[in-house]
Every structure is written in structure tokens, then in C-alpha cells.
């Protein structure tokens, strides 16, 4: 299958398959990040005048603009191994040309740079921090990607980036107690979980590509006993420092909590002869627990 050929759908279906391969879920995950720490910026300065608003939105564009390329360019790196795992994404899968994606990337990324800039010189900072740690996760002379620990810091340093970003788009130090607590549990939830859960599904193509990952060099079986470890570990760590320090942020915390332990009864349910679909599960019940505990956070700021 190609992307339409025509001249009237060609760049909206080229734009489609580039957002269906950086990972819809993702994109909107990192945008809840992001609004979360406003709204717990907020909590401490709710006074805005619209100077303030209208950075916070050129801030979301550049983040949005960064984690595209991030996950963009990283489908273009992974197009050999995504191929051996079966994936369905539209590069490896054929429908979306890696050079095409490649231009993509790159004009994601400086249009990136130039909203944050509009944003302020802090927003610009962290964006391109961001750029520059998306881009070693997966650059062929770095390659971070190939290592879970390397992995894991990459995503935790992108979780605090995030949290930061909203604030100092508002010119407010992001320095609260509950933002603090939030920023630093959840970019633990997705060190410690997402960056390690994600692998169960493609361990064939990592081993194929000489990846070190823990389910290839742990195995499986012991990959998934410290998943699911992980995610206990940060829901009881987020409750009991929400309950010390944020009981405003007790909510959000039960809902971390409570996903940790579904989803470490999934992950240690699962066996290394299921199918991807099923062995990608404790990545879905990771990510709809985040989903979850930022719209429950949002909620709360908006009620």
C-alpha cells in the first residue's frame, strides 16, 4: 500500500502516516504533561494576563513539535527491527517512505525551535534539550535506545523536561511541592515501567539488531517481575508522598496506584509464547494509567 499519489492528498495523507508513526497516544500523553504542570503552576499563581497565555500555547506547540520528531525520527531508525517484529506502523510497513519521514522530522523540529523561541528563552532551553536527547535515543552514533538503563534515563529526563516546560513558558518557577512530587513520580512511572514494558513486543527485532535491552538479556520472565515491581513501587511511592507533602495530589496518586497494580498483575500473567498483541498489553495498561492520572489531574484543576 502507498499514500495517495494526487496533489490534493498527497501532503495531508503524507502528514496523517507521519502522525499515525510517532505514536498518537504518545503525542497526546506529552501534551498532558505538559498542561498538568501549568495546572499545578497555577495552583501556587493562578494570576495570568494573556502575554503569559499565548507563550504557554507557542510552549505546547514546541513540545509537540519535539516529541513528533522524537518518535518520527525514531521510526526511522527502527524501520529493520519493526520489520522483523511484524509491526503495522506505516514506515515499516511501507506506506510512508523513510526519506519522506526524515523531511518531515526535520522541518518538526525546527519549526519546533521557532515556536519555543516565541515562547521564551527557558521554553527554548528545555526544547532543545529535548530535541537533543530524541535525537541520541535513537542517531546511529549514540544510539541509546540499545540499552534499558540508557533508555530509562533518556525517558526520565524527557517526564521532568515536560513538567518544567509549562511553567517557565508562564514565567513561574517550577518549584511547588505537588509539581515537584507529580513531575518526579510520573517521569519514575515512565522510567521505571513504559521505557522497560515497551520492549515485551519486540524482542525478536531488538535481538535481531544486537539491542542489550533486559527482556534480551535478562529474559522475559525476570523483564517482567521488575515491570512489575516498578509500577508498584511508584504508585505506593507517589501515595505516600502525596499523603506527606501534596494531599491535594492524593487523586492522581490512587490512580497511579491503582493502574500499578493492574498492571502488575497483567505483566506477570504473560508468557514469553503469547502473541505481540498480548505480550504488548502491560505498554497499554501503562499508558492508559498515565492518560488517566493526568485527566484526573486536570479535572480536578479545572473543578
Known amino acids: ?27 497526546i500523553a506529552f501534551q498532558l504533561r505538559y498542561f498538568a504542570g501549568i495546572a ?17 500555547v507557542f510552549g505546547s506547540l514546541a513540545w509537540f513539535g519535539a516529541i513528533f520528531y522524537t518518535y518520527l525520527y525514531n521510526g526511522c531508525m527502527d524501520y529493520h527491527e519493526d520489520q522483523v517484529n511484524g509491526s503495522a506502523r506505516p514506515i515499516a510497513s511501507g506506506r510512508l517512505p523513510r ?28 526544547c532543545t534539550a529535548m530535541l537533543l536527547l530524541g535525537h541520541a535515543y535513537s542517531a546511529p552514533r549514540t544510539v541509546w535506545k540499545n540499552s534499558t538503563p540508557a533508555a530509562m534515563g533518556v525517558v526520565f529526563l524527557s517526564g521532568l523536561l515536560t513538567y518544567a516546560a509549562g511553567p517557565l513558558a508562564l514565567g513561574v518557577s517550577p518549584s511547588s511541592p505537588a509539581l515537584f512530587l507529580t ?10 515501567v513504559g521505557a522497560v514494558a515497551k520492549d515485551f513486543s519486540d524482542i525478536e527485532g531488538d535481538t535481531a539488531a544486537g539491542r542489550r535491552t533486559w527482556a534480551v538479556t535478562l529474559g522475559e520472565r525476570r523483564t517482567r517481575v521488575l515491570v512489575a515491581a516498578g509500577a508498584v513501587a511508584v504508585g505506593t511511592f507517589f501515595t505516600a508522598g502525596a499523603l ?16 500499578g497494580l493492574a498492571l502488575a498483575a497483567v505483566t506477570l500473567a504473560g508468557h514469553a509464547t503469547d502473541d505481540r498483541h498480548l505480550r504488548r498489553r502491560p ?6 494509567t498515565q492518560h488517566c492520572a493526568h485527566l484526573a489531574l486536570l479535572g480536578q484543576a479545572v473543578a
Not at 283 to 288: D, G, L, N, Q, T
Request: glycine residues 6%; charged residues 10%; proline residues 9%.
Open 283 to 288: 505498554y497499554r495498561f501503562f499508558m492508559v
Open 244 to 259: 506527606r507533602w501534596a494531599p491535594e495530589q492524593l487523586p492522581t496518586a490512587c490512580v497511579v496506584l491503582v493502574g
Open 40 to 56: 499545578l503552576a497555577l495552583a501556587v499563581d493562578p494570576g495570568l494576563g494573556a502575554r503569559p497565555v499565548l507563550q504557554a
Open 183 to 192: 513531575a518526579l513520580a510520573m517521569s519514575l512511572w515512565m522510567a521505571l
Open 1 to 27: 500500500m502507498t499514500a495517495p499519489s494526487g496533489p490534493k492528498y498527497r501532503i495531508p495523507s503524507i502528514l496523517r502516516l507521519c502522525i499515525e508513526e510517532s505514536r498518537p497516544a504518545v503525542l
Open 99 to 126: 526519506h519522506t519521514a526524515l523531511l518531515v522530522a526535520r522541518g518538526a523540529a525546527v519549526a519546533s525551535l521557532i515556536s519555543a523561541a516565541c515562547a521564551g528563552f527557558g521554553p527554548l532551553l528545555l
